[in-house]
C-alpha cells in the first residue's frame, strides 16, 4: 500500500541554518504531494503541496520539489528561524483521492 | 471563515470506561476524517465520510470504536470500552475536494 517516510528527528540547529527534512513516498499512480506542519498546542495546516511531477510548492520560506524519479518531496529552508520550531508532516493523497496518509513527524531545534 | 471545532479538548477516563468525541466541520465541506494521533507518530486515518456515507474505515477497530456522521455535517466518535493503548489524540478534520486538509485542535485522551 501507499506509505510516507520522513527523516527521524530530533534535528537540533541554529538559527539562519539550512535546513532539509527528507521525505520519500511509496505510492501507485500520480499521488499529491503535502507537507503540514503543527506548531506547539495547535492543528496540524497545510504548510505547501505540489500535485505533479516536477512541481515546486512554497510558502514562509519554505520549498519542495515534486522528484517522481526519486519518488521524494523534501522540505527546504534557506535560514530557520526560532519560530520554526515544530512538527512537520510528509502527506500524500492517493490518486484515487480517498485517502491522505502521514509520514511520522520530524521536529527541528532552532536555536538562537 | 471558522475553522474545525473540536470538543472536549481534554479528556481523562479509566480504561473500560466510554468516551465520545465531537467535530464540527467547516460549512460546505463535504469530507470529514477521524484520525489518531498516538505520542511520536504521525496521524493514521480512522475513517473517512464522503457527506453522511462512509468512504474508509478500514482502520477503525470497529469492536470498540463507532462513528456517525448525521444530516452529512457534525460527527461523533465514540470509544466503549477504552483500552490503555487508546491514549492518543483524537483529529478531526475537512476539505472541500478531498484536497488540503483542515485540521481541528484535537481532544487528547489520556486512559488510566
Known amino acids: 500500500g501507499d506509505s510516507v517516510t520522513q527523516m527521524e528527528g530530533p534535528v537540533t540547529l541554529s538559527e539562519e541554518a539550512f535546513l532539509t527534512i527528507n521525505c520519500t513516498y511509496t505510492?501507485?499512480?500520480?499521488?499529491?504531494l503535502f507537507w503540514y506542519v503543527q506548531y506547539p498546542g495547535e492543528g496540524l495546516q497545510l504548510l505547501l503541496k505540489a500535485t505533479k511531477a516536477d512541481d515546486k510548492g512554497s510558502n514562509k520560506g519554505f520549498e519542495a520539489t515534486y522528484r517522481k524519479e526519486t519518488t521524494s518531496f523534501h522540505l527546504e529552508k534557506g535560514s530557520v528561524q526560532v519560530s520554526d520550531s515544530a512538527v512537520y508532516f510528509c502527506?500524500?493523497?492517493?490518486?484515487?483521492?480517498?485517502?491522505?496518509?502521514f509520514g511520522a513527524g520530524t521536529r527541528p531545534f532552532v536555536k538562537a | 471563515e471558522a475553522g474545525v471545532a473540536q470538543s472536549p479538548r481534554y479528556k481523562i477516563i479509566e480504561k473500560r470506561q466510554s468516551v465520545a468525541f465531537w467535530c464540527n466541520p467547516i460549512?460546505?465541506?463535504?469530507?470529514l476524517y477521524w484520525y489518531q494521533q498516538i505520542l511520536g507518530q504521525g496521524p493514521k486515518l480512522l475513517i473517512q465520510?464522503?457527506?453522511?456515507?462512509?468512504?474508509?474505515d478500514s482502520q477503525l477497530p470497529k469492536d470498540r470504536f463507532s462513528a456517525e456522521r448525521l444530516k452529512g455535517v457534525d460527527s461523533t466518535l465514540k470509544i466503549q470500552p477504552a483500552k490503555l493503548e487508546d491514549s492518543a489524540v483524537y483529529l478531526c478534520?475537512?476539505?472541500?475536494?478531498?484536497?488540503?486538509?483542515?485540521f481541528g485542535s484535537g481532544t487528547q485522551l489520556s486512559v488510566l
Open positions: 460549512s460546505g465541506h463535504a469530507t
Open positions: 505510492a501507485t499512480g500520480y499521488p499529491s
Open positions: 478534520a475537512s476539505s472541500q475536494d478531498r484536497g488540503e486538509l483542515f
Open positions: 502527506a500524500l493523497r492517493s490518486s484515487g483521492g480517498f485517502k491522505t496518509i
Open positions: 465520510f464522503q457527506n453522511n456515507g462512509v468512504v474508509d
